[in-house]
């Protein structure tokens, strides 16, 4: 199945916790660093985090240890754990390669509101 496939999303309080998985073709996965983007409406598609292959990491600076990137090279699937969830995390959330991407994914909604 030659595409990204997100699930995990849903509709959450402020202050809950999802969490967020991304399926991959092998190809498109294990060698590269990989990475969860998230869209919010109106807005443009941004960076949450960053894992290379070995499992090093990086967030972008708004995440504020609330969010663990990690990923299972065997199963070829990467995760997301969010949590401390604010109204401002709500977006769709795709996952893909750091650099040189492939084709999006449909990405899951992460909804965050009382």
């Known amino acids: 199945q030659w595409q990204f496939v997100e699930s995990g999303g849903g509709l959450v309080q402020p202050g809950g916790s999802l969490r967020l998985s991304c399926a991959a073709p092998?190809?498109?996965?294990?060698?590269?660093?990989m990475a969860w983007y998230r869209q919010a409406p109106g807005e443009q598609r941004e960076v949450v985090a960053r894992?290379?292959?070995?499992?090093?990491?990086i967030y972008e600076n708004w995440v504020k240890d609330r969010f663990i990137i990690s990923r299972d090279n065997a199963k070829n699937t990467m995760y997301l754990q969010m949590n401390s969830l604010r109204r401002e995390d709500t977006a769709v959330y795709y996952c893909?390669?750091?650099?040189?991407?492939?084709?999006w994914g449909q990405g899951t909604q992460v909804t965050v509101s009382a």
């Open positions: 893909n390669r750091a650099v040189d991407v492939m084709p």
């Open positions: 092998e190809s498109w996965f294990r060698p590269y660093t």
């Open positions: 894992v290379n292959p070995a499992g090093m990491t």
